[in-house]
């Protein structure tokens, strides 16, 4: 059953609280959420759908590409073949900037042009562009010549290098110097072909760049070199002019003139300690000179042969005179003789003593000689020498700038030389890894990677579709939005009832159609009656007629609290429901023995006079005007016990409204009330005609008919905004026409699907 639990119903004159203390922030609610997706699955898989129907067709229609890979090492610090017994430095940085920048040169125009040149591309159908939808329109703004001017040749060129560059990929693997070139094709050998001549071309790029910068280089040396060359020759005769103008020969590096000062210092050094010495002997001769001291203790004396071998003889001759003196005595002749040996000997000993110190003044006053002959040498060219100072700061400064020069010029041609060495000898600085090989299984379309992701892209947008279709969707789908847009209470929910057991229940009348009299029978027989309008009475057991009851039981509970006679049944808009609604509840209450009156107020669409008794030729328009007696216009149910009062359509559309705010219409439900303890009218809607409106005041209770999925929020709005004057009068609202097997996605306690345990059976379907 669909209607509100509650032991007591909200008081009529109470609205519905729509906030309480303690209010808190509203949180997500998963249910609601999941809810919404499955009451709008439809939403969620439509893009779903889309997306995968153009992925399966572009998967079927795209061009099947095969990818080869090959890994090139970028390598800073490759060692040069020149310089074999160490690595050096390339001029690549090992920064990410650099590896980065290599690249980027990999793919660059040059390296791709080589590529195109090598393999010639410009003649391969793949790389020939396709023309397209637009082309004609572009050649309308383009020159007769070409993009500036350029040969056929050279626009075929740029083309493949252009298709090409957007074949390739070039990816560095992660902070290494490792870098992945993959180029795709429609051939997976052509892929692996031009994925190598792209690694290839990209070494050559490389050595012809440093080739170039080599060149480039020792052209630049050369010219350095020759000028170098011709300052080193200058600043060299400056140098030889300037000495020899200013008499500056060299000799072992020095001049000539500071070379002789050099040897003339080291020989006066020698000969003033030559003359020392002299000196020091000749001294030492004077002082024993006038001591009267032996001569003999001279240092030349005692180194001397001869006087060493004469005092040998001397001694020998003194030891045979004291031997023979001794022996013979002083006077013996023997003895004199040897006594005047030794008087000869010694005389021979001191001439040669004499002899001695004569040559040791000699020597002294050759010494002093040498000298002085040396010291005034040395003067003379120390004289020379301070003239020619000046003239040898600038001989000095001049030879630095020759040396310089020279040190220069020696340099630059050693780098020259260098530089010419590595033309022929340039290594590119990385080197191939891994060569491509040729690819098994084609890279592009990816077919199952396309399809996923365009699955789960529609399912994603279709979520957020659903949940935005959902949002401004402004329709009644549930009893609490009814209940919170209205501010008065939900009473239940009527559900739809299946167009296949309408039909099976309007064919069980056929057989009584023939009975049928429509000038002796106003009121159709139960049989020939729309089935609908009497479901609730008919099928007891169904959500529809437990509905009604849950209506029933609310108007019973209103009774007890104050005195209802009169209940009106009545929508904002036509079509939602209200007289199948007002004619079941109708008959819902006269089984419970209650004398009840359902009156037709829609005198300008009177469908339920159409659809109970269509041959009625009198009814509340009549009655409330006076042509006939209420007797005549009354009609009886005898199977339920209820009361009709019809209403034939009138052409006066004035008199109807005019009726309907008469005291007439007053004074007929005052005489109505005294016959009858309950009144059902079922009245024209709020919006487009007044005559709900009038007939609202005159209604003890109202009842609001709204259609479910159907009636905007705008719409009951505005029906509850019209009954402002009567709102205290207003039960409660009811949704028709209510889908069971949606509804249970918006409010699933209130569904079908809370009552099935206990066995009521649902209606048979969810047509309307």
């Known amino acids: 059953m669909l209607q509100r639990n509650f032991d007591q119903a909200y008081p009529a004159t109470d609205p519905v609280p729509t906030s309480v203390e303690g209010w808190k922030a ?18 969620v898989l439509a ?7 153009i ?3 572009y998967a079927l229609t795209a061009t099947t590409l095969y990818t080869a890979n090959s890994t090139v090492l970028v390598d800073p610090r490759r060692a040069t073949m020149i310089e074999t017994n160490q690595t050096t430095p390339t001029n690549i940085g090992t920064d990410d900037a650099t590896i980065e920048s290599q690249a980027l040169l990999i793919q660059s125009v040059a390296t791709v042009q080589r590529v195109v040149d090598r393999l010639k591309l410009t003649q391969d159908d793949e790389f020939i562009p396709k023309p397209g939808l637009l082309d004609p329109i572009k050649k309308l703004f383009k020159s007769s010549g070409g993009p500036g001017g350029l040969s056929p040749a050279e626009i075929a060129r740029a083309n493949a290098v252009d298709m090409l560059q957007q074949r390739m990929k070039v990816t560095r693997q992660g902070t290494t110097f490792l870098v992945d070139i993959a180029v795709s094709s429609e051939s997976p050998s052509k892929a692996a072909t031009i994925a190598n001549a792209v690694a290839s071309a990209y070494f050559d790029e490389q050595v012809r760049a440093k080739t170039d910068a080599n060149k480039i280089a020792a052209k630049w040396l050369g010219g350095q070199i020759d000028d170098l060359k011709n300052r080193v020759v200058v600043s060299e005769k400056a140098v030889a002019d300037y ?9 072992q590096g020095v001049t000539v003139n500071d070379q002789q000062i050099t040897d003339l210092n080291n020989k006066l050094i020698a000969a003033r300690v030559q003359t020392a010495e002299a000196r020091a002997k000749y001294d030492q001769v004077q002082q024993l000179a006038k001591s009267g001291a032996d001569a003999g203790g001279l240092n030349a004396a005692v180194s001397s042969d001869m006087v060493s071998k004469l005092r040998t003889q001397y001694a020998d001759i003194a030891k045979n005179d004291a031997d023979l003196t001794s022996k013979y005595g002083p006077r013996h002749p023997l003895v004199a003789n040897v006594r005047a040996q030794l008087k000869d000997t010694q005389k021979l000993i001191n001439e040669e003593l004499r002899r001695i110190i004569e040559s040791t003044k000699h020597d002294y006053e050759v010494a002093q000689s040498r000298e002085a002959s ?5 003067d003379k060219l120390q004289g020379v020498s301070t003239t020619s100072g000046q003239a040898l700061v600038r001989l000095h400064e001049l030879q630095r700038e020759a040396e310089a020069n020279r040190t220069l010029y020696e340099s630059y041609l050693a780098r020259s030389k260098e530089t010419t060495a590595q033309e022929s000898l340039e290594l590119p600085d ?19 990677l396309i399809l996923g992701l365009a699955v789960l892209l529609g399912l994603g947008a279709g979520i957020v579709l659903a949940f935005l279709i959902d949002y401004l969707d402004g329709k009644i789908k549930t009893l609490e939005q009814a209940e919170t847009i209205t501010g008065v209470p939900a009473l239940a929910a009527l559900p739809a009832i299946g167009a296949r057991e309408l039909a099976t229940r309007a064919k069980r009348g056929r057989a009584e159609l023939g009975n049928y009299d429509p000038r002796t029978m106003r009121l159709l027989p139960p049989s020939l009656q729309p089935p609908l309008m009497r479901y609730a009475v008919e099928e007891p057991g169904t959500f529809f007629a437990e509905a009604i009851r849950a209506v029933r039981l609310s108007i019973q509970r209103a009774r007890k609290v104050a005195p209802v006679k009169v209940v009106l049944v009545t929508s904002g808009l036509e079509s939602e429901g209200k007289t199948t609604f007002a004619g079941n509840l109708a008959l819902s209450i006269a089984t419970l023995g209650i004398k009840t009156l359902l009156i037709d107020a829609d005198l300008r669409n009177p469908g339920m006079t159409r659809a109970l008794c269509p041959n009625a030729d009198a009814g509340l328009f009549q009655v409330a005007t006076g042509e006939v007696p209420l007797e005549h216009a009354l009609l009886f149910d005898r199977s339920s016990g209820l009361s009709i009062l019809p209403s034939p359509a009138v052409r006066d559309v004035d008199v109807i409204t005019e009726l309907m705010f008469s005291e007439q219409m007053a004074e007929t439900l005052e005489r109505l009330k005294s016959h009858y303890e309950l009144i059902i009218i079922d009245s024209p809607p709020l919006i487009p005609l007044v005559d709900g409106r009038a007939l609202a005041e005159l209604a003890d209770r109202i009842l609001l008919a709204t259609a479910w999925d159907r009636t905007p929020r705008e719409v009951v709005q505005h029906t509850m905004e019209l009954l402002t004057p009567v709102h205290d009068r207003i039960l409660g609202t009811v949704l028709t026409q209510v889908d069971l097997s949606k509804i249970r996605f918006y409010d699933y306690y209130r569904s079908s699907a809370y009552l099935k345990p206990y066995g009521v059976p649902a209606t048979a379907g969810a047509t309307r």
């Open 55 to 57: 992925a399966i067709i």
């Open 243 to 251: 000495r020899a103008a200013n008499n500056l020969s060299v000799a």
């Open 26 to 43: 509203p949180t997500v609610d998963l249910r609601e959420m999941a809810r919404i997706l499955r009451r709008r699955w439809r939403a």
């Open 374 to 378: 040396l010291q005034d040498s040395f």
């Open 47 to 53: 893009p779903a759908a889309a997306l995968g129907a």
């Open 430 to 448: 990385s080197r191939i890894v891994s060569m491509a090989s040729v690819p098994l299984f084609p890279s592009a379309p990816k077919s199952k």
